[in-house]
C-alpha cells in the first residue's frame, strides 16, 4: 500500500501526453508543486506538469540540474536503457511498436504462425488426454 | 542622332524635314507616282447584312476549353511488382501484382491467374491499397499489352429473321481467345517464379484481405 515510486531528482519518467508522447525523461528539479524540469539525451531541457508524467522504478544518481553531458553520463552508469528494455513495462511497449509497424505480408505471416503455433499446442494437448485416459 | 530622341518633352531633337528624308517616304512616294498609297477599305463591314436581333447586353461567345487534361499520376507508393489490394468489384479483397501503368492512367495487374484466378486486368487507381511488399518483376515482359487489348470485339449483326431473334442470345458465347490465355502464362511465368522464391508470398497472394475485430484501417501500416 505504501507508495513505491517517488518523484525526486533523478527519477527516471515516460510523458504520457503531448508531443514528446512515449519518451523517456529524467527529472532534473521540481518546479513547483504542479511542474518538474525534465531533460533527456536527446531533448531541449523542458518544464512538464507531472500529470503528463508516468513514473518508472528506474532511478539514476544525479546532483539538481545537472549538466547534459553529466546527465548522459549518469544515464549510461546507471545503464537506464538497458533496464528499460528488460523491464515487463519496457518489453510491452516495444511490442506494441513492433504490431504497430507490421506490414500487411508481415500480419498474414503473423497469423500463419499462430495457427501454426496453436496446431501444436492442440496436439500436445491432444497427447496428454490420451495419456490420462 | 534618331529623330525620336527628345530634347524635352514635346520638343524632337530632329525636324520635320530630316525625319521625312529619313524614313524615305520621298522614296515611296516616288514609287507609287508621286502619292501615298491609300489602304484600300474591305468590303466584309457592307457585306455583312443588318442583323435582325441585336443582345440587350454585350456578351462574350463563349470559347470552346483548350484545356488538356493531365496524365493520371501514379502514386509514389506503386512500382512495378508492388502487391495492391482490390477493394471494389469482383476481385474484391485480392491481392494482386502490379505490372504498369496504361496510357489511360488505368494500372495494369495480373493475379498471377494460377494462384488468385486474377487474370491480367487494368484497375483504377482510387480502388486499390497499395501495401509495402514487392515483387521481383524483372523477368516478366508486358510491353505489348495496352488499351487496345481491352478492347470489345464489336459483335457482328446478326440476321434478324423470326427464329435467330431468339436464337442469338445462346449464340453468343464469351470464350476468351486463346492469344489471351497464352499471353496470360507467358507473364504469369517469371512472375510466379519469383513468388515462389519468396516463403509464404504465394498463400498471402492466395488470400483475400478483410477486416477483423479490432482493425482500425487508419492506424495500420500497409
Redesign the interface.
Known amino acids: 500500500m505504501p507508495f513505491k515510486r517517488f518523484v525526486e531528482i533523478g527519477r527516471v519518467a515516460l510523458v504520457n501526453y503531448g508531443k514528446d508522447y512515449g519518451r523517456l525523461v529524467v527529472i532534473v528539479d521540481v518546479v513547483d508543486q504542479n511542474r518538474a524540469l525534465i531533460d533527456a539525451p536527446d531533448m531541449v531541457r523542458c518544464q512538464i506538469n507531472f500529470k503528463r508524467l508516468s513514473l518508472t522504478d528506474i532511478k539514476i544518481d544525479i546532483k539538481r540540474v545537472p549538466k547534459k553531458t553529466t546527465l548522459i553520463k549518469a544515464m549510461e552508469d546507471a545503464d537506464v536503457k538497458s533496464k528499460w528494455e528488460n523491464s515487463s513495462w519496457g518489453k510491452k511497449l516495444i511490442v506494441q511498436k513492433r504490431r504497430a509497424s507490421l506490414n500487411d505480408f508481415d500480419r498474414f505471416k503473423v497469423m500463419l504462425a499462430r495457427i501454426k503455433r496453436g496446431g501444436a499446442i492442440r496436439q500436445e494437448l491432444a497427447k496428454l488426454k490420451k495419456a490420462v485416459a | 542622332m534618331a529623330p525620336t530622341s527628345k530634347l524635352s518633352q514635346g520638343i524632337k531633337k530632329a525636324s520635320r524635314s530630316h525625319t521625312y528624308h529619313r524614313r524615305g517616304l520621298w522614296a515611296i512616294k516616288a514609287k507609287h507616282g508621286g502619292a501615298f498609297p491609300k489602304a484600300v477599305k474591305t468590303d466584309a463591314v457592307a457585306a455583312v447584312a443588318a442583323p435582325k436581333f441585336y443582345p440587350a447586353d454585350d456578351v462574350k461567345p463563349r470559347q470552346p476549353s483548350t484545356r488538356k487534361p493531365n496524365a493520371t499520376k501514379l502514386r509514389s507508393s506503386i512500382t512495378p511488382g508492388t502487391?495492391l489490394?482490390l477493394l471494389a468489384g469482383r476481385f474484391m479483397g485480392k491481392?494482386v501484382v502490379f505490372l504498369k501503368q496504361l496510357k489511360s492512367g488505368l494500372l495494369l495487374v495480373t493475379g498471377p491467374f494460377m494462384i488468385n484466378g486474377v487474370p491480367i486486368r487494368r484497375v483504377n487507381q482510387a480502388y486499390i491499397f497499395a501495401?509495402?511488399?514487392n515483387v521481383d518483376v524483372s523477368g516478366v515482359n508486358v510491353d505489348k499489352i495496352e488499351d487496345k487489348y481491352f478492347a470489345r470485339d464489336k459483335k457482328k449483326k446478326a440476321e434478324k429473321t423470326e427464329d435467330e431473334l431468339f436464337e442469338t442470345e445462346k449464340q453468343t458465347t464469351k470464350d476468351l481467345p486463346q492469344f489471351k490465355k497464352e499471353d496470360q502464362k507467358a507473364v504469369d511465368a517469371a512472375l510466379i517464379k519469383a513468388i515462389e522464391a519468396v516463403p509464404?508470398?504465394k498463400?498471402?497472394l492466395g488470400?483475400r484481405?478483410s477486416l477483423r475485430d479490432g482493425d482500425k484501417p487508419h492506424?495500420?501500416?500497409?
Open positions: 502487391v489490394i491481392r501495401t509495402s511488399t509464404d508470398l498463400a498471402y488470400a484481405f492506424d495500420m501500416v500497409f
